[in-house]
């Protein structure tokens, strides 16, 4: 990119950053509960990782991982540690103790049940993490990953042909929501006449205060939307095992474990679901945090229109800036060390993407955004290991056309400053929450091309 672009895209983040580290003392803010670093955690990642790559934050015991190699290190060893815990952390944590004399595969074994969402894919651990991915991974093949970005392009400009209608309107609500929802709805073979209740279910509010890791604790698991889609993909399976019909819910129907093993439903329905609102919530914070770099840079924006094909590292660069997820969570299940620090049976550890996807030793100025950074897509925003994320190449893909059809179809693209304030004094509201980094509207004004 040319340089004057380049400094467009470097705007506000770094400086945001810069000025935060001289005013807080990080130790004293609560990253789980507080509300201080929801809007601009990376700071807080800096200063830890600064003191060092792993460290123990004192509100709630966890062992904070901010260094890109010690995160690797972590993420690609399941032998000692579960992701029991992946996607709850802290809260509730572990119902009873680990220490080194404990057989810490039998206690998880005994209480998995008693946590949240543990029977979740990204809260298995061997051997049924193993079955149930390869489960997943009959279910997303290339074949029908292929047909599915077919069908993208198509959704994509049926959904434009409203949103830029008004010239102005909120992307996460009448765009990036609605389509992303969509077009996994079509992987998974959900009837059109089924989708819009799913829209109206899932969308209907969004940026839901039960939110795992929100920091509203009481609340933070009071509305499950796994539910409602364990309810309608147990119907859709058992129906298309009783009455095959030789379309995608039948496939889904039919699948089966690596060793030849019909699943039960439950089963089934637990790797949809899980697919279904990881996939589609996560893309939707990509979306958002997307456009609103593009909105904010005009320069990087004609850069992104002159060659579409740059539209590819441009993600790759935003998902390593802006991770959708903040981060992972581990159990250690024996006294061990990460990155040479001790880590004692029983801790709870955070992989804190947003920091190790920006550590110094791994990228250089990790708090610019460069839309050429030759390794961004070295960025682990989809984790590593036998977790890395299977709908990487669905949100990868969904990232590409939504961008690209939004650039084709307008001429411009700003932030509105009726509802998000001048340039000098933007206002955005972050999700408030411990596990998912993003924005709760972006509202946007564009020109569109004529025709």
Known sequence: ??????????????????????????????????????????????????????TREKHHNVMMVTGYDEALEVLNDAERFSSCISVTGPFPGFP?????????????AEHRDSLPFSDQLPALDPPAHTAHRGLLMRLITPKRLKENEEAMWDMADKMLDEYLVPGRGDLIRDFAGPFTLYIIADLLGVPADDQEEFLNTLQRDPHRTGTVGSTDSGKAMEHNPIEFLYEKFAAYIEDRRR???????????????????????????????????????????????A??????????????????????????????????????????????????????????????????????????????????????????????????????????????????????????????ESVHGPADDRKYTYLPTFILRGITTLHLEFDRTEG
């Open 243 to 289: 009455n095959p019909r030789g379309d995608v819910l039948t496939s889904l129907a039919q699948a089966t474990f690596p060793d030849g093993s019909q699943p039960e439903v439950i089963d089934v329905c637990r790797v949809a679901a899980n697919l279904f609102s990881a996939g589609q919530e996560t893309t939707v914070r990509l979306l958002s945090s």
């Open 291 to 416: 456009l609103k770099m593009i909105a904010e840079n005009p320069e990087l924006q004609r850069w992104l229109r002159e060659d579409h094909d740059r539209i590819n590292n441009f993600i790759e660069e935003m998902l390593r800036m802006e991770s959708p997820v903040k981060g992972d969570f581990r159990l250690a299940k024996v006294t061990t060390t990460v990155g040479g620090v001790e880590v004692p049976a029983g801790t709870v550890l955070m992989l804190a993407n947003g920091g190790a996807n920006r550590d110094p030793r791994r990228f250089e100025n990790p708090n610019t955004f460069d839309p050429q950074r030759s390794n961004a897509r070295s960025h682990i925003a989809f984790g590593r290991g036998i977790h890395t994320c299977p709908g990487a190449p669905l949100a990868r893909t969904e990232g590409k056309v939504a961008i690209k059809r939004l650039l084709e179809r307008t001429t411009d693209i700003r932030i509105d």
């Open 1 to 54: 990119m040319r340089k004057s672009t380049g400094g467009a895209a470097r705007g506000g983040g770094s400086r945001r950053s810069e000025g935060n580290r001289h005013v807080k003392n990080f130790q004293d803010l609560d990253f789980f509960l507080g509300e201080e670093l929801i809007a601009d955690p990376y700071p807080y990642f800096d200063a830890l990782r600064e003191q060092c790559p792993v």
């Open 96 to 108: 009873v103790p680990i220490d080194e004399n404990s057989d810490a595969d039998a206690l998880i």
